[in-house]
Structure formats: structure tokens, C-alpha cells
């Protein structure tokens, strides 16, 4: 595989130039959604508004007609509907007049199969043939980072495939390889596991992250159909294939745990800076790389999950990790 070019910066100011090196006027007269999150109420981390409105100035600049967007999530909260979200976005400063367009959350979407698996892709982005992916590093309990693949693989699909993602991480046990050892329970996060002389799965508290069967040092556990990292993966495939898409990832702020969690913990690495880019396994991986030269294997350190990942199981569906960086 070639190289891709991945600009990095410290300055807000360069984006616009980057995007535009990058070939953002190839979305004059499209439609781009603009996909970030927009923050759990609580949350001080998120992306801001004037990082928002940066990058549509640059997409309105190349004649294209911009939205930012997100959808509703699958956990009980003011997001989980649009109503509820829109006014979130609304007192977050994700108005039409702070950042220069308006601000969709979707709840519908495309059937879209991607290697074994079918997505309901939103029908705001199955139906655009190009999109700008804004995402905050940070990192994520469960899936070790947010990144560019975490952003797309959870956040442009619909409840259900957000579910299904989950679900198909959950453990199958082994009883005759299983020795009691307990590093399962340890590692799960939503107390879904117990051991003393037999191994206990509460199928309702388990939230499919996966970690348990991560953890297991004899095979004991395996996923019922996938991991976490490998559905991030093929889901943010889903969401891109076939679209000409732009990456800018902000890395600062960078929280032990996710944006959606209104109690993000502490900062666990200096702000760093942009990147700017055109593959989303090669904007992750370039953030990996900037982050473990301040704070080495920081994310796994935190979680307990290699971050590196998403990044792996997106090379193997397609993507390039392959980068070159150019400082601007």
C-alpha cells in the first residue's frame, strides 16, 4: 500500500489549508454530513463549537453544503432520542449561528452489509457521497480509544446496530478449558461475571465489550461472533465505503474515558495538536503514534485494551495504516 499524508499542526488556523491540500473542493454542490459528537450533558471534553465551525467554514469555502451530525444512542439518557439530542446540541453551542450550518441527529437507517454483517448505516450518511469525520482522542473503557474508527463504527449507525455490535463481543464460555482463575471478573467493567467453584454470566448486566474473553489466558472464553474492535471496524467500514471522506481529529482534552461519559475521569496526556487526513486507519494510527511519544501505551494502561485494535482490524477490511506525516 501507498502512504497516505497525514498533516499535523498546533494550530487551529491550519485546518482549512490542510483540507484544501487534501482536495475538500472535490465536495463543491455535495451534501457532507459532518460527523462528530457533540457531547454528553456533563461532559466537559467534547469537541467544541469553534472546532466545528473551522472545519465548515473550509467545506463552505469549497462550495459544499455542510450539516453536522450525529445520532441517538442506545443507552437510557437525553440522547437517546432526537428531541432530546437536538436541544442538547443546542445548549452544547451546536447552532447554525456559532458554527455556520445546521446540526442533524438521525435515528433511521440503511441496511448495509460490510464482510459478514449487516449495519444499519444512517440514512444520512448512506445517502451523501462524501463526508468530513471530526473526532476527539480520547480514551474509551471499552474499546481502549476513541478515534476516527470509533467515531464512524458507533456513532453512524442506529440503535440497533450499536446493539448489535455490543452483542456480538459477548462471551461463550468453555467450561473444560476453564481453571476458576478470575482474571474474567477482573476485567469485566459492568460486574457481569462471577467465579467461585463455577463461572456465573449475568446476561443482563454484560454490555459486550469483550474484555473478559480478552483477558482469559486458556481460551475459556471466546466472542459469540466477533470482538469489539473488529465491529467498530467493519461498521465504520460500512459507513465509508464507497464515499470520498476527510478525517481532522482534535487531540486534546484527552480523558481516560469517552465523551458520551458525563464523568470522563482525569486528562491523561498534554494536548498534542490536529491531524488532518483522507483514512481513518491511518488518522487513528498517526494519533496512536503522537500519543505513545508523550504518554507511551497510555490508552491500554487505562483500560486494559490494546487501542491498536481497531486500527489492525480495520487494515484487514481494507483501510491503510500507512502514513507519512507532514508537520505544517
Same mark, same amino acid.
Given at each position: 500500500m501507498t502512504e497516505n499524508t497525514v498533516y499535523f499542526t498546533r494550530r487551529e488556523d491550519d485546518i482549512s489549508g490542510a483540507l484544501r491540500t487534501l482536495g475538500v473542493a472535490r465536495f463543491a454542490?455535495?451534501?457532507?454530513?459532518?460527523?462528530?459528537?457533540?457531547?454528553?450533558?456533563?461532559?466537559?471534553? =467534547?469537541? @467544541?463549537?469553534?472546532?466545528?465551525?473551522?472545519? +465548515?467554514?473550509?467545506?463552505?469555502?469549497? !462550495?459544499? %453544503?455542510?450539516?453536522?451530525f450525529d445520532t441517538t444512542v442506545a443507552y437510557p439518557g437525553e440522547r437517546s432520542s432526537r428531541?432530546?439530542?437536538?436541544?442538547? =446540541?443546542? @445548549?452544547?453551542?451546536?447552532?447554525?449561528?456559532? +458554527?455556520?450550518?445546521?446540526?442533524?441527529? !438521525?435515528? %433511521?437507517?440503511?441496511?448495509?452489509?460490510e464482510s459478514s454483517a449487516a449495519f444499519e448505516v444512517a440514512a444520512a450518511l448512506h445517502s451523501t457521497t462524501c463526508m468530513l469525520v471530526l473526532s476527539h482522542v480520547k480514551g474509551h473503557i471499552q474499546a481502549g480509544f476513541g478515534g476516527a474508527i470509533k467515531n464512524l463504527g458507533m456513532g453512524g449507525v442506529t440503535k440497533a446496530s450499536k446493539r448489535l455490535i455490543h452483542h456480538m463481543a459477548r462471551p461463550v464460555h468453555d467450561a473444560a478449558s476453564c481453571t476458576l482463575c478470575g482474571l474474567c471478573r477482573a476485567a469485566c467493567p459492568s460486574a457481569a461475571l462471577s467465579v467461585d467453584t463455577e463461572w456465573h454470566f449475568d446476561a443482563a448486566a454484560c454490555e459486550g465489550c469483550g474484555k473478559c474473553a480478552l483477558a482469559c489466558p486458556t481460551g475459556a472464553l471466546r466472542f459469540e461472533v466477533m470482538s469489539l474492535a473488529r465491529g467498530l471496524a467493519m461498521s465504520a467500514r460500512a459507513c465509508t465505503r464507497g464515499k470520498d471522506v476527510l478525517y481532522v481529529s482534535s487531540l486534546h482534552n484527552m480523558a481516560a474515558n469517552c465523551d458520551c461519559d458525563s464523568n470522563p475521569g482525569r486528562i491523561i496526556c498534554p494536548d498534542i495538536g490536529y491531524l488532518i487526513g483522507s483514512d481513518a486507519a491511518a488518522i487513528d494510527a498517526a494519533a496512536l503514534d503522537l500519543v505513545d511519544r508523550v504518554k507511551p501505551d497510555v490508552f491500554r494502561q487505562c483500560t486494559g485494551v490494546d487501542p491498536r485494535d481497531q486500527v489492525r482490524e480495520a487494515v484487514s477490511l481494507g483501510m491503510n495504516d500507512r502514513y507519512a506525516l507532514q508537520e505544517l
Amino acid at each position: 500500500m501507498t502512504e497516505n499524508t497525514v498533516y499535523f499542526t498546533r494550530r487551529e488556523d491550519d485546518i482549512s489549508g490542510a483540507l484544501r491540500t487534501l482536495g475538500v473542493a472535490r465536495f463543491a454542490g455535495a451534501s457532507v454530513p459532518i460527523k462528530l459528537h457533540m457531547g454528553e450533558p456533563g461532559n466537559p471534553y =467534547a469537541i @467544541r463549537p469553534a472546532l466545528a465551525r473551522v472545519v +465548515v467554514s473550509a467545506v463552505l469555502d469549497a !462550495g459544499g %453544503r455542510p450539516f453536522l451530525f450525529d445520532t441517538t444512542v442506545a443507552y437510557p439518557g437525553e440522547r437517546s432520542s432526537r428531541d432530546g439530542y437536538e436541544r442538547v =446540541a443546542r @445548549r452544547h453551542g451546536f447552532t447554525k449561528a456559532n +458554527v455556520g450550518c445546521d446540526a442533524v441527529i !438521525g435515528d %433511521r437507517g440503511v441496511k448495509t452489509v460490510e464482510s459478514s454483517a449487516a449495519f444499519e448505516v444512517a440514512a444520512a450518511l448512506h445517502s451523501t457521497t462524501c463526508m468530513l469525520v471530526l473526532s476527539h482522542v480520547k480514551g474509551h473503557i471499552q474499546a481502549g480509544f476513541g478515534g476516527a474508527i470509533k467515531n464512524l463504527g458507533m456513532g453512524g449507525v442506529t440503535k440497533a446496530s450499536k446493539r448489535l455490535i455490543h452483542h456480538m463481543a459477548r462471551p461463550v464460555h468453555d467450561a473444560a478449558s476453564c481453571t476458576l482463575c478470575g482474571l474474567c471478573r477482573a476485567a469485566c467493567p459492568s460486574a457481569a461475571l462471577s467465579v467461585d467453584t463455577e463461572w456465573h454470566f449475568d446476561a443482563a448486566a454484560c454490555e459486550g465489550c469483550g474484555k473478559c474473553a480478552l483477558a482469559c489466558p486458556t481460551g475459556a472464553l471466546r466472542f459469540e461472533v466477533m470482538s469489539l474492535a473488529r465491529g467498530l471496524a467493519m461498521s465504520a467500514r460500512a459507513c465509508t465505503r464507497g464515499k470520498d471522506v476527510l478525517y481532522v481529529s482534535s487531540l486534546h482534552n484527552m480523558a481516560a474515558n469517552c465523551d458520551c461519559d458525563s464523568n470522563p475521569g482525569r486528562i491523561i496526556c498534554p494536548d498534542i495538536g490536529y491531524l488532518i487526513g483522507s483514512d481513518a486507519a491511518a488518522i487513528d494510527a498517526a494519533a496512536l503514534d503522537l500519543v505513545d511519544r508523550v504518554k507511551p501505551d497510555v490508552f491500554r494502561q487505562c483500560t486494559g485494551v490494546d487501542p491498536r485494535d481497531q486500527v489492525r482490524e480495520a487494515v484487514s477490511l481494507g483501510m491503510n495504516d500507512r502514513y507519512a506525516l507532514q508537520e505544517l
